[in-house]
């Protein structure tokens, strides 16, 4: 079995941690990497002995991209194509007859709104992904809330399976930090409309706490905005951008949060939470994808309804309360001891290999 794995090359948050913590657990002799552009993920993946292969393209036009990759795929006997993107979808969606390989694709989140407030090159981008999406052989969705969203656009449920994202988790346990001189916050993730740093920033101003740090990891469209919003409201003394951080950088201000929040509108199932039950760090996050399964009930950490303002506000206000009165570890402990019993690395890879070997029986 030979599998490769495509995607553009430019991934800098969940959809690029997916990609190589599952590429990790093959052996390099089964599972390779292309990507269109070298950059972040050709990067990481050579550090962590995975095979790359970059097929650069002149611009994101340049169509001469398909004769070679169709060359490249024979020439190689890759058995298997999973592609990650839009990019990665449409481009192999105009080559998948030319090429003797399944294709399978991972689906992430609502392909409706991957590119939302992008005008007419968004919603010109949404078709073809959608119509990409529906030539492939099969789909991995990362979360059960998007099977109904690929059904409304009439993918047929046969061709649909559902593998939850999975890290590594270390086995030995981690000191419990000590506590932050203020309310340490931290949120990670692409600045974009779908992430909803505006509700947070407005909840945050709305606290009965005036103590604290926000840190925001992540860099997007909406820096600017954002920065104006946090001058705005006169936080900017307590929200600090950190742009784009590698991941030993994020695990290390995650690490170093007392909380983290996720105030997304739209979800599969983000790993960045995942990362943060590894480091025993509750979080509060928007009811949406399969979140709930990260937090069964409030003694595990908070879901509050997205796009409300007063909802993240109240559950902010608990979470204070509970680090003053440090209680808000207890919390930590029990989210890790959730999430390292069934969203291992070892299940995400098990789940992932068993598929691969059942589309080619």
């Known amino acids: 079995m030979k599998i490769l794995h495509i995607n553009a090359g430019l991934e800098d948050g969940g959809g690029k941690n997916h990609i190589l913590s599952l590429l990790s657990q093959f052996d390099p002799a089964t599972a390779e990497l292309l990507v269109l552009e070298d950059g972040i993920i050709a990067d990481e993946a050579k550090q962590l002995g995975i095979n790359v292969h970059i097929l650069e393209q002149k611009s994101r036009y340049d169509l001469s991209i398909l004769q070679r990759l169709v060359r490249f795929i024979k020439d190689r006997s890759f058995d298997i194509v999973h592609t990650h993107g ?3 979808n449409f481009i192999f969606s105009a080559v998948h007859k030319k090429a003797p390989s399944i294709w399978v ?10 590119f939302m407030n992008r ?15 529906k030539k492939a052989d099969h789909l991995i969705l990362v979360s059960d809330s998007l099977i109904q969203p690929l059904l409304d656009l009439k993918i047929k449920k046969d061709k649909i399976s559902v593998i939850y994202n999975g890290i590594q988790f270390e086995t030995e346990h981690f000191q419990t930090a000590a506590k932050n001189k203020h309310f340490t916050l931290t949120c990670v993730a692409r600045l974009h409309p779908i992430k909803g740093h505006e509700t947070l920033l407005n909840s945050l101003a709305a606290t009965h706490f005036k103590k604290f740090t926000l840190n925001l990891v992540g860099d997007g469209e909406l820096k600017p905005t954002l920065e104006k ?6 936080l900017q003394n307590q929200v600090h951008f950190h742009g784009f951080l590698n991941p030993p950088q994020v695990e290390t201000i995650i690490a170093q949060s007392d909380l983290t ?7 599969g199932f983000p790993l960045v939470l995942l990362e943060s039950a590894k480091h025993k760090v509750p979080f509060i996050a928007t009811d949406v994808g399969d979140v709930r399964r990260l937090v069964p009930d409030k003694s595990y950490g908070w879901q509050v309804p997205a796009q409300s303002v007063s909802s993240l506000t109240d559950a902010l206000n608990e979470a204070y309360n509970e680090w003053a009165q440090n209680e808000l570890q207890f919390k930590g402990e029990k989210v890790y001891q959730l999430a390292s019993d069934q969203f291992s690395l070892s ?3 098990n789940n992932t290999n068993a598929l691969y070997k059942k589309l080619l029986d």
């Open 229 to 234: 919003r946090v001058h705005e409201l006169n």
């Open 347 to 349: 299940r995400f890879y």
């Open 119 to 133: 005008g007419l090159r968004g919603t010109i981008f949404t078709k073809l992904n959608i119509a990409s999406l």
């Open 261 to 267: 929040v996720l105030a997304s509108y739209n979800e």
């Open 105 to 114: 694709t991972t689906v992430h989140s609502d392909p409706t709104l991957d």
């Open 86 to 88: 839009a990019r990665a």
